[in-house]
């Protein structure tokens, strides 16, 4: 009977390969798919929650032309960030703290925060029973798989609070974070293409070069170039430093996983794959013009060895890196060597915006990281992250938003015990 229940376990597992991967995804192999679909499920959730706090309060905070984005938040949501990021933090703190104690945080607690102190701000995240069970089948665009809701994305990730009745549930509350920062991105700028790429071109492009220019590690740092090539007006890479004689290319890019690749269709992943490649070819054609708009005054290199040029996405994919590359040499004008090839690989990273800040913040060099990789992994180009060494945070300014955030919570727990919410 055991061996019976054994053979059964394992031809399901079997059979779960080719339910995984049906025919909309015929170009891609078992572990293609596999790998993204389990990493953009799991990696999120471990990354640090402060650096994304410290990520969205910074963008959600930002008050400058021509965006003007603070208050294109408040008018949609009826209160600041600073609302969302302490209902966030101190949810996020107290289950922490349930969770590994035998404290159980009382009724109370939950009841003030959500209906008296951050009344808009947990509107703005709860939503209905029925209108989650909706929002869940439109993301599996109807689909009845199994695997699709395994891996799809959740009504979860943009609501905390689901209601039912006069009732309301906190069913994860693991996903509070991802609930105040990249999903209210996503709602801020859903429809509104316009204000997506505003946001990148003058909010997250100041906000990466600051955090690598207050990183101290580097000779020079500089914002994006105008130049003349072949007649036409360009723009350089986003951000350019300089460490001794290496250089450093940098472009910031707000791509996304789509909602497609998450149940595994095909056009979805393919046209990912040419976005992402895409940027990689004009990072190519980039640095081999950068004689056309060098603005270093120390003294550079003139060898290629010594460039590095990172595409900076706003959220990783971890589809195979191999896919890029190979679609970047086909996107380049000029037929590619193999030599040629091997340098591009080698020399122009994809990294998410997270590896840029856990570098930056912890005080350590993109450059080296970046020489590091190339010199550990060999030939092997499957899926090479740019991976901060360090841990001990360095940012001055990320320091003190810690403290800051400590400050509120310690405040906001004080505000509790005044009002008998521990009792």
């Known amino acids: 009977r055991n061996e019976n229940r054994f053979r059964t376990m394992l031809n399901s597992i079997w059979n ?76 996020y703190s107290f289950f922490a703290i349930q969770e590994s104690s035998d404290i159980v945080i009382p009724d109370k607690v939950l009841d003030y925060l959500i209906l008296k102190r951050f009344p808009k701000a947990t509107q703005s995240l709860l939503v209905s029973r029925d209108e989650y069970v909706r929002l869940q089948r439109k993301y599996v665009d109807g689909s009845e798989d199994p695997y699709k809701y395994v891996y799809s994305i959740r ?111 095909e056009y979805a992943i393919k046209r990912h794959i040419e976005a992402v490649a895409e940027n990689i070819a004009k990072m190519y054609n980039q640095i081999n013009r950068f004689k056309y708009y060098n603005p270093f005054k120390g003294k550079v290199s003139s060898d290629r060895n010594d460039y590095w040029g990172v595409v900076v996405v706003l959220e990783d994919s971890f589809i195979s890196r191999d896919f890029y590359y190979k679609k970047a040499r086909e996107m380049v004008k000029e037929e590619m060597s193999d030599v040629e090839f091997e340098w591009m690989r080698a020399h122009i990273k994809v990294a998410s915006l997270y590896d840029i800040e856990h570098i930056s913040l912890t005080g350590q ?38 403290e800051s955030l400590k400050r509120d919570f310690a405040e906001l727990v004080y505000e509790l015990e005044r009002e008998g919410c521990f009792k």
Not at 366 to 377: G, K, L, S, T
Request: hydrophobic share 35%; aromatic share 14%; net charge negative.
């Open 16 to 91: 779960a390969n080719s339910f995984l991967l049906n025919e909309s995804c015929a170009d891609f192999s078992f572990a293609d798919v596999f790998f993204p679909l389990t990493m953009m499920t799991q990696v999120p959730i471990q990354e640090s929650y402060l650096i994304k706090l410290y990520r969205y309060r910074y963008v959600f905070t930002d008050h400058s032309s021509p965006v003007d984005l603070g208050s294109v938040f408040e008018e949609k949501f009826g209160v600041p960030y600073q609302d969302f990021l302490l209902l966030a933090e101190t949810l």
């Open 155 to 265: 009504p979860s990730y943009q609501y905390a609070f689901v209601s039912e009745g006069n009732v309301f549930y906190f069913p994860l509350p693991h996903l509070i974070i991802q609930n105040v920062t990249s999903s209210l991105m996503y709602r801020i700028t859903e429809g509104n293409n316009q204000l997506r790429t505003d946001i990148g071109k003058h909010i997250w492009e100041k906000y990466v070069c600051e955090i690598i220019e207050e990183s101290g590690v580097y000779d020079e740092v500089y914002p994006e170039q105008s130049y003349v090539f072949s007649g036409s007006k360009s723009l350089s890479p986003d951000v350019l430093t300089r460490q001794g004689k290496h250089i450093l290319f940098l472009d910031s890019k707000s791509t996304v996983p789509s909602i497609g690749i998450r149940i595994l269709k």
């Open 365 to 402: 060099s993109i450059i080296d990281v970046c020489r590091e990789a190339a010199e550990d992994q060999g030939t092997s180009y499957s899926f090479p992250r740019i991976l901060a060494k360090k841990t001990t945070m360095k940012s001055v300014k990320y320091l003190d938003f810690i």
